[in-house]
C-alpha cells in the first residue's frame, strides 16, 4: 500500500535510508555539550499523505526534516529530564613494589580520580627449594638484617626512620577504577614513581557519569577555554 502513496522517485529504502541519516546528523551533536550521543533510541513517524508533497519532496528534503525533528525531540528531553556527561571508567591493576605502593596510591586516589578497590599481595612463583627437610627453621628477625638504601624508594627511607623493617621487593598488586582519560600517558608517570619496576594492566568497565568539580575541568578542556 505503501508504493501507492510515494512519488516514482521516492522508494521505501531510499526513505528509510534518508530518514536514518537524518538522525545519525542530528546524534552526532548533542543539545548541552554538541558531543556526540550514544545508547539513544529515535523513532521517527513519516506518514506519506501529510509529509510527502509530490515529486518536489526530495531524499535531502526528508533527510534534513528528519535531522530536524529529531534535534527537536533531543531538546525537548533534554529540558525534561536533563541530559549527562559519560566517560569510560577502566579496571586497572597496578603492579609495583613495597617501597612504591604508598606514592602510587596517592597518584591514583587524588591526582586521578580513580577509587582503590583492593591491596593485594602479588602472586610470586617459588624458587627451587633449598632445604628439602622438614625442620623447623628458626624466624629471621629483618630489622637485625642490614639492606643498603634504595635510592629510588622514598617510603623505604621514612620507614627506616621510624624503625619499622620494609620488605622492598615485596610486590604488590593495586586494584583500582580509573577514568581512561586519566590512563592515558600513564605508564612513564608509573615507572618515575616506581624507579621503572611498576607495571599495569587495564581493561574497559563501563561508561559512567561525570558530576561535579571534574565535569567542570573535562568541559574546560574539551571546549578549550
Known amino acids: 500500500p505503501w508504493d501507492g ?10 526513505l528509510h535510508s534518508a530518514l ?28 506519506p499523505r501529510k509529509h510527502i508533497f509530490g515529486a518536489e519532496t526530495t531524499p535531502a528534503a526528508l533527510s534534513s526534516a528528519a535531522r530536524l525533528a529529531t534535534k ?14 559519560m566517560e569510560l571508567v577502566m579496571n586497572v591493576t597496578v603492579s609495583v613494589d613495597e617501597t612504591s605502593l604508598g606514592a602510587v596510591v596517592n597518584d591514583i586516589s587524588s591526582s586521578r580520580g580513580g577509587h582503590i578497590m583492593s591491596l593485594d599481595d602479588a602472586d610470586v612463583t617459588s624458587g627451587p627449594t633449598v632445604n628439602s627437610t622438614h625442620e623447623t627453621l628458626p624466624r629471621i628477625d629483618i630489622s637485625k638484617v642490614y639492606a643498603p638504601p634504595d635510592p629510588f624508594g622514598s617510603s623505604a ?19 583500582a577504577r580509573v577514568p581512561l582519560k586519566e590512563m592515558v600517558g600513564y605508564l612513564k608517570h608509573l615507572r ?3 624507579g621503572g619496576r611498576g607495571t599495569f594492566v587495564m581493561s574497559a568497565d563501563r561508561f559512567e557519569r561525570v558530576v561535579g568539580q571534574r565535569e567542570k575541568v573535562l568541559l574546560k578542556e574539551l571546549k578549550g577555554f
Open 5 to 14: 502513496d510515494l512519488p516514482p522517485n521516492l522508494s521505501i529504502p531510499l
Open 20 to 47: 536514518k541519516n537524518g538522525a545519525l546528523v542530528a546524534l552526532s551533536r548533542g543539545i548541552n555539550y554538541a558531543f556526540q550521543l550514544h545508547n539513544t533510541h529515535v523513532l521517527l513517524t513519516l506518514d
Open 72 to 85: 527537536a525531540a533531543l531538546k525537548a528531553t533534554a529540558l525534561k529530564n536533563g541530559s549527562a556527561l
Open 157 to 175: 627511607s621514612q620507614a627506616q626512620e621510624q624503625g619499622m623493617a620494609v620488605d622492598g621487593n615485596r610486590q604488590r598488586n593495586i586494584t
Open 192 to 194: 618515575s614513581l616506581t
